[in-house]
């Protein structure tokens, strides 16, 4: 199963741009990659997935090279809301279905 | 369109007592996931269910148990409450399995405390 690595914080001021990076060195053909973020005592929430190259929605983009062994994930003009911890993802699948596995993921902290 | 929802927000056991959680999936979606998320850590998978069948377990015991019912909503139970089950309990719901590029979205939790 593949195992992701990302830093355990991070910290940086409104207006700036965040990038947080994630290594998968064993990702799978078959694997997403899937971003969430959680504020204390709420179920994560769905950020981005992407399996290759760039995708980008109305809140971030996700940047994955060619060999998918990292992803990042860009959050662009942070504010103090952005405060949380966002978890990178890649889906285990096997047995038919799928089984999230979480790291302990990274605590952004957005300062005024 | 109404979210994953979940039952109680909060609920405060003592050891040895059993509990039910409830969960209600989005809309359209077939497949409810359960994982439990211990202060500090990320969530930990227990189960999937798929159109009512158990298709996956995590590493949790046996007094640990869940089934769905037929308008795809589950329940989680425990039985023989620890104190080490005091955790947030999170309902996760997907429009099916088996495919790799399948979205989980979350409910709010229940904060379960063992007393």
């Known amino acids: 199963l593949a195992k992701t690595t990302q830093p355990i914080s991070m910290d940086s001021y409104e207006g700036q741009e965040v990038n947080i990076t994630c290594s998968h060195n064993?990702?799978?053909?078959?694997?997403?990659i899937t971003w969430y973020q959680q504020f204390p005592s709420q179920g994560p929430r769905f950020i981005i997935q992407?399996?290759?190259t760039k995708v980008t929605n109305e809140v971030a983009s996700l940047f994955i090279p060619a060999d998918r062994k990292s992803s990042t994930l860009s959050l662009p003009r942070v504010s103090l809301s952005d405060t949380a911890v966002y978890y990178c993802?890649?889906?285990?699948?096997?047995?038919?279905?799928?089984?999230?596995?979480f790291g302990a993921g990274t605590r952004l902290a957005v300062h005024p | 369109d109404a979210g994953v929802t979940q039952s109680p927000t909060h609920l405060i056991k003592t050891r040895g007592q059993h509990v039910t959680l409830r969960c209600s999936p989005i809309?359209?979606?077939?497949?409810v996931s359960w994982y439990q998320q211990v202060l500090g850590q990320g969530p930990q998978f227990i189960f999937q269910?798929?159109?009512?069948?158990?298709?996956g377990r995590g590493n949790f015991p046996d007094r640990f148990s869940a089934r769905q019912f037929p308008n795809y909503s589950s329940e989680l139970n425990v039985n023989a409450l620890l104190l080490g089950d005091s955790a947030l309990y999170l309902c996760?719901?997907?429009?099916?399995?088996?495919?790799?590029?399948?979205?989980?979205?979350f409910g709010p939790g229940t904060r379960l405390t063992v007393l």
């Open positions: 809309s359209g979606h077939k497949s």
């Open positions: 064993n990702i799978a053909t078959n694997d997403y």
């Open positions: 996760a719901s997907s429009s099916e399995t088996g495919v790799t590029e399948d979205t989980q979205y």
């Open positions: 993802l890649v889906g285990a699948y096997s047995g038919g279905y799928n089984k999230l596995i």
């Open positions: 269910y798929y159109e009512k069948e158990e298709r």
């Open positions: 992407g399996y290759k």
